[in-house]
């Protein structure tokens, strides 16, 4: 099946450091998604991509979506505390006509330090 | 009602008991997705609604789990004779549409349930 590679797998940074994360896949996606995790809540959506090349920004978030369909990467600028937590990416396909299931890398632990 | 909602939050069971867990997605939203998400690791797909037809199970691990939608809006994954290898985080999201090219496919997630088999 699918599978992404995301990384690095953790980070530990200071406050107001700029941050960036990755994602690859061996495999083509329609959409790619980039969610944050906070301990005890479901992912949060941050920012969707939904175009080859596409470069979209969501405050001081800014993910872009590769070329060849196959990665992605997700920049933070200006880290603040409130910024921990854990990013996973996601790839969205079309299965079966109308399905989006959605496949997960195994997440970025970002730790910021004030 | 805001997002996705889940219960139970917790689910403490003992090895065999049969187990419900429910989902109430957005109000609205025509897709529903069930996923089980491993300690340290990202959500994986178990199986999806469209309205109250479930198109796609391929997720499932094994015959003892089971989804259903019946009205299109709530839903109910239910395993069976629970096992300890069972014990997860279940997560559910929903999407507003799921049609090709009109948008409004983005998933949305519960807060889940944690099920702990002892």
């Known amino acids: 099946g699918q599978q992404l590679n995301q990384s690095p797998q953790s980070m530990f940074i200071q406050e107001g450091e700029d941050v960036s994360m990755n994602c690859t896949s061996s495999s083509i996606f329609n959409t790619w998604l980039w969610y944050k995790q906070d301990p005890g809540e479901g992912p949060v959506l941050l920012i969707a991509l939904y175009k080859a090349g596409e470069l979209t920004s969501n405050g001081r978030l800014t993910a872009q979506f590769g070329i060849t369909r196959k990665d992605s990467f997700l920049n933070i600028s200006a880290s603040i505390p409130s910024d921990v937590g854990i990013y996973f990416c996601a790839g969205q396909t079309y299965s079966g006509g109308s399905n989006y299931k959605l496949t997960f890398g195994k997440g970025t632990l970002l730790t910021v330090n004030p | 009602g805001a997002g996705v909602s889940q219960s139970p939050r917790y689910k403490v069971t003992k090895r065999g008991q049969d187990v419900a867990l429910r989902c109430d997605p957005i109000s609205g939203h025509v897709s529903l997705y069930w996923y089980r998400q491993a300690l340290g690791q990202g959500p994986e797909f178990l199986t999806y609604f469209n309205y109250e037809a479930q198109q796609d199970k391929s997720g499932l691990p094994n015959d003892r789990f089971s989804a259903e939608r019946p009205e299109g809006s709530i839903s109910t994954l239910t395993i069976q004779r629970t096992e300890q290898r069972d014990s997860a985080m279940y997560r559910c999201?929903?999407?507003?549409?799921?049609?090709?090219?009109?948008?409004?496919?983005?998933?949305?997630f519960g807060p889940g349930t944690r099920l702990t088999v002892t």
């Open positions: 999201a929903s999407s507003l549409t799921s049609t090709v090219g009109t948008g409004g496919y983005e998933q949305y």
